[in-house]
């Protein structure tokens, strides 16, 4: 079962989604949060076992928006994933959610079974972006392939991290990935984390984008 916490200012459209999503049996609504602080009270209040799999997030909401909550989110409660489903497709709305460590972004009128497909794949460790904002997001990740930092980069990484890295990219597990390569599960980690360290990423999502924006990986390989 995945649990989810609805976030979103607007009480109608909360008991909305919480309607639509509590249809499908393998997603449960934990509670819903009427802002970003609402929400970080809620989680802080939670023992580790009763936390949510995944938050849908709003973005701009009073008190604390959903770029402030998603980047605590994403620092402070790192097995949680979130999905930002909002109104917004501003540039720096996009980029913004995209540099907390939103692992996806879907506008308001996705339809019902697109929102549940990437709930689900979310919190599998998948990453969704709407199509309408998706060209902005390869902008985003092309700007820095050129640049100083990303040939150092390039120097930097073995033949065996740039391996594990495009496993991270293609939503890979920690187990497969020492599956795969024959390695035990503590080195594998070693390797996550130094990856993670040297992109400066948080979570897979965002060491993916990183390395797509250096040319570490190209999109059609993942």
């Known amino acids: 079962m995945i649990r989810i ?8 459209v909360r ?3 919480k309607t639509i999503i509590s249809t499908d049996p393998e997603i449960s609504v934990i509670s819903t949060a009427c802002d970003g602080e609402d929400l970080i009270d809620q989680l802080e209040l939670m023992e580790e076992p009763s936390l949510p799999d995944l938050i849908l997030l709003d973005l701009k909401m009073p008190v604390m928006n959903g770029i402030t909550a998603a980047r605590t989110v994403c620092s402070r ?8 489903l909002t109104t917004y497709d501003d540039d720096s709305w996009v980029f913004d959610a995209v540099r907390s460590g939103a692992s996806g972004y879907l506008l308001k009128d996705t339809p019902r079974e697109d929102l549940l497909d990437a709930i689900k794949g979310t919190a599998a460790g ?4 709407d199509p309408s904002v998706a060209g902005k997001v390869l902008s985003f990740v092309r700007e820095d392939r050129h640049s100083g930092a990303a040939d150092q980069l390039q120097e930097e990484f073995s033949e065996r991290e740039m391996k594990i890295l495009l496993m991270i990219a293609r939503g890979y597990s920690n187990t497969e990935i020492a ?3 024959h390695l035990s599960p503590g080195t594998a980690r070693n390797y996550i984390s130094s990856i993670f360290s040297r992109l400066g990423a948080a979570d897979r999502t965002q060491a993916a984008i990183a390395a797509l924006r250096f040319g570490l990986i190209r999109l059609q390989d993942i």
């Open 15 to 17: 008991e909305g989604l």
């Open 126 to 129: 998948n990453t969704y972006v």
């Open 5 to 12: 916490i609805i976030c979103d200012d607007q009480a109608i």
């Open 77 to 84: 409660f790192r097995n949680i994933k979130v999905l930002v």
């Open 179 to 181: 599956d795969s390569l």
